[in-house]
């Protein structure tokens, strides 16, 4: 695993990944995630495919397969998201739909193939280099990209601040990343996008482009 990864996969484990799918099976997908989801427009996914980077639990997935779309990847380096999300697809009978990949999407992305659509839900804070994420997931997408990403500004600095301090203090190397909002759009477009939605699920930005 390379150090864009360090420490992540003792927050993102097995243990966490089933106490998210117990609350999920409860309530649903969080607030930004289904904010994501509705501005994805489902109802266009039949026979379409979907490339999930960092897909945790696979809400976005399991939402896309119940509207009819064809087939999912799942590209995440926590090997306990992978199980949880493995186990759930096998329940609802998508085994043949889905495809798990266990890794570092930076250091994979050569294997993996272009799809409809490509999610980034809460994954861009977890990498350092934001512009080489998120370039490479626009290469893997056919026309249309969601992605959930944090609010700059001082409040989110702030929340960063503690949740680092909170890591360090629990001897963890992962860290969150508040990047420029700015640069993130301007990448985006630069890379032949156009904004199809934008709105806040505090503290997250929800942004869906589509290739022009
Ligand atoms: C904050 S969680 C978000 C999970 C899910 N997308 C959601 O919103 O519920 C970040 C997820 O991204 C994965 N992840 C982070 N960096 C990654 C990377 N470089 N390659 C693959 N997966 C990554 C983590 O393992 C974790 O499952």
């Known amino acids: 695993m390379s150090c864009n990864c360090c420490g992540a996969e003792r927050l993102f484990n ?55 779309g064809k087939q999912t990847t799942d590209m995440d380096y926590s090997d306990g998201y992978l199980e949880v999300a493995k186990s759930y697809a096998k329940e609802n009978g998508w085994s043949d739909q ?66 680092i301090l909170f890591l360090k203090l629990s001897g963890n190397s992962f860290r969150p990343y508040i990047h420029p909002v700015s640069s993130i759009r301007q990448t985006v477009l630069d890379e032949g996008f156009k904004s199809v939605h934008s709105s806040v699920s505090f503290p997250w930005h929800v942004e869906v482009y589509r290739r022009i």
Not at 33 to 55: H, P, R, Y
């Open 98 to 163: 889905t495809v798990f990949r266990q890794g570092d999407f930076l250091e994979e992305e050569d294997s993996i193939e272009n799809h409809d659509y490509v999610t980034l839900d809460k994954v861009i804070c977890c990498y350092p280099d934001y512009h080489g994420l998120l370039t490479k997931a626009l290469n893997k997408t056919n026309h249309t990209i969601g992605m959930v990403y944090p609010m700059g500004g001082s409040i989110a600095k702030f929340v960063a601040f503690f949740v």
């Open 14 to 68: 097995l243990k966490a990944a089933k106490k998210e799918l117990k609350k999920y099976r409860k309530s649903g997908a969080g607030k930004p995630t289904q904010a994501l989801i509705d501005s994805l427009n489902a109802s266009e996914s039949k026979g379409q495919t979907l490339l999930d980077i960092g897909g945790g639990i696979g809400a976005i997935q399991w939402d896309f397969l119940q509207n009819g």
